[in-house]
């Protein structure tokens, strides 16, 4: 069954970066899109861009366009996201999603989220 | 970016009795491959979303046929036709017709 496994919570000083990491497992990892979604405490979603893990290719959000960047390795089938210059409203739960199905261009399955607090 | 605006905020339900969720979006969801491209998720306490219908009216796999979705173009429903203590979180909506994919704000329900 399709697993996406995120790494544990960070805390993080305005200013600085943060790389989050979601492994998958039980499906092959190349076939489908990543997508990273946040959380901010007590809000809804927000989409924040995906990556194609077969080739590299990303897409952010122009919100996050500069700040962000979304890599995978494919040898052990993990995705990151990394955000660069925190600020405290970056404090969120981000989670990592895969597409439902190959080409679908949606979340379908998700990590179980993965808080990262900002603070001085 | 499309606008996705849901009604209402929150709804208070009485186990066993109907629910209804709208979502507009600001420009049509239909795609010229005849696709509508809207989805709902939930959010239950504590967890990460999940994937309830897909292509506004398409049950995901293992979701309970008392959920079903409806609609077109800009205006969406999604209705539960009777309630239970499981069902309680927030509901968004989302669309995948243009990038950046975006989320209604959300609907929270509880159980009175």
């Known amino acids: 069954q399709v697993q996406l496994v995120q790494s544990g919570a960070e805390v993080k000083k305005p200013g600085a970066s943060v790389k989050v990491s979601c492994k998958a497992s039980g499906y092959t990892f190349t076939g489908y899109y990543m997508h990273w979604v946040r959380q901010a405490p007590g809000q809804g979603l927000e989409w924040m861009g995906w990556?194609?893990?077969?080739?590299?290719?990303?897409n952010y959000a122009q919100k996050f366009q500069g700040r962000v960047t979304m890599t995978r390795d494919t040898s052990i089938s993990t995705a990151y996201m990394e955000l660069s210059r925190l600020r405290s409203d970056d404090t969120a739960v981000y989670y990592c999603?895969?597409?439902?199905?190959?080409?679908?261009?949606?979340?379908?399955?998700w990590g179980q989220g993965t808080l990262v607090t900002v603070s001085s | 970016d499309i606008v996705m605006t849901q009604t209402p905020l929150s709804l208070s339900v009485t186990p066993g009795q109907p629910a209804s969720i709208s979502c507009k979006s600001s420009?049509?969801?239909?795609?010229?491959?005849?696709?509508?491209?809207l989805y709902w998720y939930l959010q239950k306490p504590g967890q990460s979303p999940q994937l309830l219908i897909y292509?506004?009216?398409n049950r995901f796999s293992g979701v309970p046929d008392r959920f079903s979705g409806s609609g077109s173009g800009t205006d969406f429903t999604l209705k539960i036709s009777r309630v239970e203590a499981e069902d309680v979180g927030v509901y968004y909506c989302?669309?995948?017709?243009?990038?950046?994919?975006?989320f209604g704000g959300g609907t929270k329900v509880e159980i009175k």
């Open positions: 420009q049509s969801l239909l795609h010229s491959d005849g696709k509508t491209y």
């Open positions: 999603a895969r597409d439902k199905y190959s080409g679908s261009y949606y979340p379908g399955y």
């Open positions: 990556i194609n893990p077969n080739s590299g290719g990303t």
């Open positions: 292509e506004v009216s």
């Open positions: 989302m669309q995948s017709i243009q990038l950046p994919r975006t």
